[in-house]
Each structure stands twice: as structure tokens, then as C-alpha cells.
């Protein structure tokens, strides 16, 4: 089974940037759609981004778009999450997860992920 770990989360004013990188070990990276959300307190969590296997396909959530780009090394066996021009909005809990499929597809929906990260905290100041 592959274990997904966060980091690159940090505090940061408006408008600045981070990158989000997601480490996985295990099993092969590779062959897995992946996914970023993020959860903020009393929220649910949500969908930000997502990749297909070989980074081929990428979706972008609207409120994320223009803004946020989804990508992954498989040599690395990393995804990131490179976040610009970020708002007070942004701030939240950002997760990764793996799909165990295969396929050229990305996946929205958190049911459609098996292995989550522990996550990484993003805090934006206006």
C-alpha cells in the first residue's frame, strides 16, 4: 500500500506563493491518479486539483484556477501543488490522495481516492 506525506505548508501573506510537494513510498506512484483537497475549520473538505497517471490530464478547481498548478515527477515519486497569487481564502488544510487505478483519467470526487496524507497546514494573512 503506498503512504502519501505532505509538506511545504507554511504562513504567508496574500498575494505570495507556495508549492505543496506530496512524497509517496510504497507501492508504484506512478500508475495512480492523484488528487489535492483542502479542508478549512468548520468546512468540509473540498477538491482543489487533480492528475492523471502521467500528468497528462490535470483539472483545476474554478476558484483555484489561473492560479494553482497540479503536477508530478514520477521519477521522484512526487506531486505538487505550486499555489499563486494566494488569498485569506486559501487557508486551510491541504491533503493529497492516491487512486489505486489505472487509466487516463483524473478523479474529482473524494470518494474516488483509497489512500489519503496526513496534510499539510496553509495560512494566508491579508
Known amino acids: 500500500q503506498v503512504q502519501l506525506v505532505e509538506s511545504g505548508g507554511g504562513l504567508v501573506q496574500a498575494g505570495n506563493s507556495l508549492r505543496l510537494s506530496c512524497t509517496a513510498s510504497g507501492r508504484t506512484f506512478s500508475t495512480y491518479p492523484m488528487g489535492w483537497f483542502r479542508q478549512a475549520p468548520g468546512k468540509a473538505r473540498e477538491f482543489v486539483a487533480a492528475?492523471?497517471?502521467?500528468?497528462?490530464?490535470?483539472y483545476v478547481t474554478a476558484s483555484a484556477k489561473g492560479r494553482f498548478t497540479i503536477s508530478r515527477d514520477n521519477a521522484k515519486n512526487t506531486l505538487f501543488l505550486q499555489m499563486n497569487s494566494l488569498k485569506p481564502e486559501d487557508t486551510a488544510s491541504y491533503y493529497c490522495a492516491a487512486r489505486y487505478s489505472t487509466g487516463t483519467y483524473f478523479y474529482t470526487a473524494q470518494s474516488d481516492y483509497a489512500v489519503w496524507g496526513q496534510g499539510t497546514q496553509v495560512t494566508v494573512s491579508s
Open positions: 492528475i492523471s497517471w502521467n500528468g497528462g490530464n490535470a
